[in-house]
């Protein structure tokens, strides 16, 4: 019943990760081990319980009846140890976190830390990526998150907001004819950045103007890729002010129309509804809007 159980359990984590590499890097197990489990339980019902291709995987209908059981199996198992965690003074756990890299060494990444300083039995794994992804399939527990969120079966709270800037290298400034106003923006070069809105709203004095920046030459997939290229004199861009700062500080970024502000954009945790460390999770979504 045991060797079931477990191969029930390593069954429903490739079922909702999508492939048994990523069960395997999930658990922290041989990849091979996770295929013998789930031959042996498919053996053991003689029955298949996915469909296998080199591109694929993907459940037949006698293993999505079985996956309804097994998550259930899982999460009553894990409401009980929550159960335990509740009434116990210490919280314990494992965590996948993930932040936008640009968020390292920001009041929310050091809340992590100082919770999980206090709290021995808590095991604590971080990802810093500025993509979007799917969090049931990667296995992350709770991810912060900027911007307006899609509606999605993921829960959310909102942490707080960070506010934004439109910077330029002084080189690529000089270049420019003078900019008094957005529109003066207009034939300007943006450098784009995937999973980026190609529109800025600016804001003065109750008047508001929208810059439509298209694709642009230059495309990255990160913050700091951005800024690299703003620096590097490649266009303009909006930055997170945290990003930005010590560039403006140190005179390598200049900011345009200062007088017009774009809104600040609101950051929020969010997390699978089905995770089954929910409690752990809102534990420390608790913790983090209590010390930011």
């Known amino acids: 019943m045991i060797d079931d159980l477990r191969a029930m359990a390593i069954f429903a984590t490739v079922a909702e990760t999508g492939s048994f590499s990523a069960a395997g890097r999930q658990l922290r197990l041989a990849t ?19 469909y296998r291709s080199t591109r694929s995987l993907s459940l037949t209908n006698e293993g999505k009846r079985l996956l309804e059981h097994a998550q259930r199996m899982m999460t009553a198992a894990e409401d009980g140890l929550n159960s335990i965690v509740d009434i ?26 100082s919770f999980t300083r206090q709290h021995q039995a808590v095991a604590v794994t971080i990802k810093y990526l500025d993509r979007n992804f799917d969090l049931v399939a990667e296995g992350i527990d709770l ?54 809105l ?42 997170p002010a945290l990003v930005a700062d010590t560039d403006l500080k140190s005179g390598a970024l200049v900011e345009i129309l200062p007088d017009w502000k774009i809104p600040d954009l609101g950051t929020y945790g969010v997390w699978p509804d089905t995770s089954r460390r929910s409690s752990l999770t809102r534990l420390l979504i608790d913790y983090i809007v209590a010390e930011t």
């Open 32 to 50: 091979s081990g996770i295929s013998q489990h789930v031959t042996k339980l498919e053996d053991r019902l003689g029955v298949t319980l996915f």
């Open 88 to 113: 116990s003074s210490e919280p314990a756990g494992a965590l996948t976190i993930t932040l936008p890299a640009f968020m390292a060494g920001s009041s929310y990444e050091h809340a992590i830390w």
């Open 143 to 196: 991810a912060l998150r900027m911007g307006e969120l899609p509606d999605s079966a993921l829960r959310s709270r909102r942490l707080g907001s960070f506010g934004r800037k439109l910077v330029c290298a002084p080189s690529y400034l000089q270049t420019l004819p003078p900019i008094r106003s957005p529109d003066d923006l207009k034939n300007a070069d943006f450098v784009a950045m995937e999973g980026l």
């Open 198 to 239: 190609e529109q800025i709203v600016l804001l003065k004095d109750g008047e508001e103007k929208v810059l439509h920046t298209g694709r642009g030459r230059v495309l990255v997939d990160n913050f700091a890729a951005l800024r690299s290229a703003l620096c590097a004199g490649l266009g303009i861009q909006r930055l």
